[in-house]
């Protein structure tokens, strides 16, 4: 059972995050089509938008749909990019004092080195685990996944029979990959499976 619900709140925080960027993307998307009714008014100084309002308004639009990507993708890369928009933003839009300016310079070159040379090559993974016993109907449901069955299967039939099609041993960190996913034994003795861990790539290697 707690498998069960921890796998529930992981899917449960996943919808939430695609609710909230799907709000964020609907505020985008009308405040884009504001700016473009709006643009008749630039030879104007003195009403909205003048250059600067564009500007800022231009900067804050491309922070929000870099915020979307950071929602969905879940990656360095993008949290990355937000920072990177969120700093600029500061620096050319704010017109603030030369020191502050400079600060900022060097926090983007600091960004930069990070991603150079911390960054690594790696492919996030989002890992769950469960009992051998559970249904992989309920598995495919909580992760919305399409692990291939018979009505009735359990996560530990389908290991067995994907282990004895690709010719693998049934024992601890036996890795079985599957069209969407890799199972994996957790835990396993007395020639018995008690754990099984559900494997899925989140993101691709960051080049």
Request: aromatic residues 8%; glycine residues 4%.
């Amino acid at each position: 059972m707690k498998d069960v619900i921890a796998a529930f709140l992981k899917r449960l925080t996943a919808v939430l995050e695609f609710v909230i960027a799907m709000i964020l993307a609907v505020g985008i998307i009308l405040l884009s089509v504001r700016l473009i009714a709006s643009m008749v008014n630039i030879p104007d100084l003195e009403t909205w938008p003048n250059y600067d309002d564009l500007l800022e308004t231009c900067f804050n639009l491309i922070i929000g749909v870099e915020l979307i990507r950071m929602m969905y993708y879940h990656t360095s890369e993008t949290v990355f990019e937000v920072l990177l928009f969120a700093i600029a933003r500061q620096i050319i839009v704010d017109h603030t004092s030369t020191w502050t300016s400079l600060v900022g310079v060097c926090t983007i070159a600091v960004l930069f080195a990070t991603r150079k040379f911390l960054f690594c090559e790696f492919g996030e993974k989002d890992e769950t685990v469960f009992r051998a016993g559970i249904k992989v109907k309920a598995v495919n449901r909580l992760l919305g996944l399409n692990i291939p069955h018979q009505e009735g299967d359990t996560l530990l039939a389908v290991l067995e029979q994907e282990c004895d099609r690709q010719k693998l041993p049934i024992a601890t960190g036996t890795t079985v990959p599957l069209d969407d996913c890799q199972m994996r034994v957790l835990r396993a003795g007395n020639g018995k499976v008690t754990q099984i861990e559900i494997l899925r790539t989140l993101s691709e290697s960051i080049e």
